[in-house]
């Protein structure tokens, strides 16, 4: 069976983006107007997103080359899905928790944290990799949806206690099949919690494509549970900054939750695990290509004449900087002490726990009487 076959189509078509879009800025960089969404940023606020970016996918791309080289023991890139990711975290306020899954680099680098904290995981370092007060974003979570559950009990928490915050839950396609995020509906839904459900539609859940997640556009999924969704495009960072506001705006004036379907496009394999090309066709990821979401806003900083080549190029060398620093601070990771294992698996310690690493220590031991 050919590909096309497997997901339903003709052989040798593309998929195409469905016309429901909120869209400000097209691909080609030319803004448009939408009677229900506006960004209002001036020309440095628009630059300030190119810059955010072009670093976090230069930053990107030297963990994947990191990994390859096996110096990070897997890595979920991000690329194609720069603009969902910035676009709608820097919508979000100081005081707004942002609950991830294990791709949501760009979120990391819109929330302050710090660049080589966001490998540490993937490098067996520590068990998460930053504090989630000191930034108000979750650490990454690996099992598929469950971010979303605790991400309700969180906006239900902040609705308890009173405040003017908002809760963001970012999940992918997949994840939106999964039990976990479909109770978070239902929760949030009821009690009426201040938070926004992201979906990255990046069409592929490792191998399964969309159309066998959902017989209709995972933004309508809303409608059945109560709440309103939104399909934005999720290459446009104009467009997921103002849906996200509006969004996060509604949730905190007291009009519960709304779900946002960015669609979008993972560039890349799902990790360094898994190979694209097994599974999908090389003229679906060249029409998307066309639509990259760096290079839209750069043409639009060109036609309209907002920035100079001077700009563009402080910005790159920026960006390689960053890269190059990133790589010499994850180089520079000392590695674990292995007892720490053990730390924080429960509240306190008991009897099979100790039982364990005491094992552990002894079959440790036996190496050092080897090399003896």
Partial sequence: MTIDAARGRPPGTVAESPPELVRLLTPDGERVEHPDYDVGLTAEEIKGLYRDLVIVRRLDAEALALARQGELAVWPSLRGQEAAQVGSARALMPGDMAFPSYREHGVAWCRGVDRVRVLCSFRGINHAGWDPREHNLHVPTIVIGSQVLHATGYAMGVQRDGTEDAVIAYFGDGASSEGDVNEAFVWAAVQNAPIVFFCQNNQWAISEPAERQSRIPLYRRADGFGFPGVRVDGNDVLACLAVTRKALDNARSGQGPTLVEAFTYR????????????????????????????????????????????????????AQDAGSDLRRQCLALPDPDLDELWDHVYAAEHSLLADERARFASYLGSFDEVSR
């Fill in 267 to 318: 560039m890349g394999a799902h990790t360094t695990t898994d190979d694209p090309n097994r599974y999908r066709l090389p003229a679906e990821v060249e029409a998307w290509q066309l639509k990259d979401p760096v290079e839209r806003v750069r043409a639009y900083l060109l036609k309209s004449g907002t920035a100079t080549g001077e700009f563009f190029d402080e910005v790159e060398a920026e």
